[in-house]
């Protein structure tokens, strides 16, 4: 029996009776997939997760976590650990970059909500509830730049002198990351995990959380691979956000030039990090909607090194490569 066929299944076992339809409800970069359950008088998720390849357990323990919180998340309905599904409530189809695409307008008032929702998520963290952002996992998600990128994407092998300059600049963002407070991290923070859902929106693909920046988050959500934002625009609503964290006791620094830097820094290693993962969805698992988005995470990686002294060997290496 395939997949498709043990879903229906198991979903008619939920909903016995009642007559229901199945679509897909959207596509992930994982081998997770979703689909819409439409039943005459509301609609469901289910989450199919073929267990050789995904754990629901972490999904299930953030989507905990992100509720006691006190933001807005799918409840769990009913689950099956050992086949990998999950039926879930239906936050809706109109993600952020959905709205905003059609909409420019929205922007302030869904970037307040988002921002609003990110510091609940960060004032409930506490060590130990989720895996450490480690200096590993930093080095790993770094290191898909030069494999995935530079070697697969662009065919170009790196000198001696290259890679070592590589290595010092990586070494630096590493540090960065490391030595800012730690909070919650969703890690995918961004326009396609966030859905328009009333006042508060719907929060998706959390299960990767981690333990680790306080700036992580809000540079997924700023400087977003999927839809660009004026620098002064961006800059105001990092402020925002920075007032209403320090107001909240969150651990930032009182000092927002200090904030700002660790803001940008992190996203130096994010969009290293993203441009590897896009590479690697292409070239490995043969998924090529990620080239279009590749240009503006360039972009931004580019910009945040023109600016910083310390970043720019890696610029250099860019123009090289």
């Keep these: 029996m395939d997949r498709s066929e043990l879903l229906e299944n198991w979903l008619k076992q939920q909903v016995p009776g009642i007559p229901h339809t199945l679509a897909p409800a959207s596509a992930d970069a994982s081998f997770r997939r979703y689909f819409r359950v439409s039943l005459p008088d509301r609609s469901l998720i289910v989450m199919d997760a073929p267990p050789e390849h995904e754990d629901c357990r972490p999904f299930l323990h953030v989507a905990a976590l992100f509720r006691d919180a006190g933001v807005h998340v799918p409840h769990v309905l009913a689950q099956d650990l050992e086949s990998g599904f999950l039926l879930l409530t239906d936050l809706g189809n109109t993600t952020y970059l ?11 008032p869904l970037y307040r909500a988002a921002a609003a929702a990110l510091v609940k998520i960060q004032l409930a963290s506490r060590p130990s509830a989720l895996p450490d952002y480690d ?22 092998a790196l000198s001696g002198s290259q890679a070592e300059a590589l290595h010092g600049v990586l070494a630096l963002i590493v540090r960065n990351s490391l030595a800012q407070p730690k909070v919650f991290v969703h890690r995918d923070y961004h326009s396609r995990n966030l859905m328009v859902n009333g006042d508060e929106p719907g929060i998706l693909d959390f ?22 934002w004026e620098e ?33 820094w992190m996203g130096a290693q994010r969009h290293i990090k993203v441009l590897g993962i896009f590479a690697r969805l292409y070239h490995r698992d043969g998924k090529d909607g990620y080239l279009k988005d590749m240009p503006l995470v360039m972009a931004y990686l580019r910009k945040t090194c023109e600016r910083y002294r310390e970043l720019h060997p890696l610029l250099k290496l860019l123009d090289e490569v």
């Excluded at 590993?136 to 697969?152: G, H, M, N």
């Excluded at 680790?212 to 400087?223: A, E, I, N, R």
């Excluded at 002064?232 to 904030?259: H, T």
Aim: glycine content about 4%; charged content about 30%; hydrophobic content about 45%.
């Design 207 to 228: 299960q990767d959380a981690v333990y680790g920046p306080v700036t992580y988050d809000l540079v997924s959500l700023f400087k977003d691979a999927y839809i660009q």
């Design 98 to 108: 959905d709205a905003l695409n059609g909409n420019e307008a929205l922007a302030d």
């Design 232 to 264: 002064e625009r961006v800059l105001d609503w990092v402020i925002r956000y920075w007032e209403k964290a320090k107001k909240a006791g969150l651990p930032v620094a009182s000092d927002f030039a200090g904030f700002y830097r660790d803001f940008e």
């Design 135 to 156: 200096e590993a996992l930093l080095q790993r998600e770094v290191q898909l730049f030069p494999d995935w990128y530079v070697s697969k994407h662009l065919r170009s």
